[in-house]
């Protein structure tokens, strides 16, 4: 049997590569949709987060005002 030709292995290296260049094109294609939906979930935690702080400060501004015991003593 003849060795592999230069060409030859050229091609071959040149199909491996293909491969290879096709399993990346997948990878990002699938590391993008999760970072899009990262992103949308954060941004939905964000917002969650933000109405929260709104009800809290709401109540807060409801709760009466509670002498301190210091007032008291005097």
């Known amino acids: 049997m003849a060795p592999p030709s230069s060409l030859d292995q050229i091609s071959e290296r040149v199909e491996r590569l293909l491969v290879r260049h096709a399993e990346l094109q997948r990878t990002n294609a699938l590391l993008s949709q999760q970072v899009l939906t990262l992103t949308q979930e954060r941004d939905s935690l964000k ?28």
């Open 47 to 74: 917002s969650r987060l933000q109405t929260v702080r709104h009800r809290m400060d709401s109540l807060l501004e409801r709760l009466p005002d509670i002498p301190d015991s210091k007032d008291d003593a005097s």
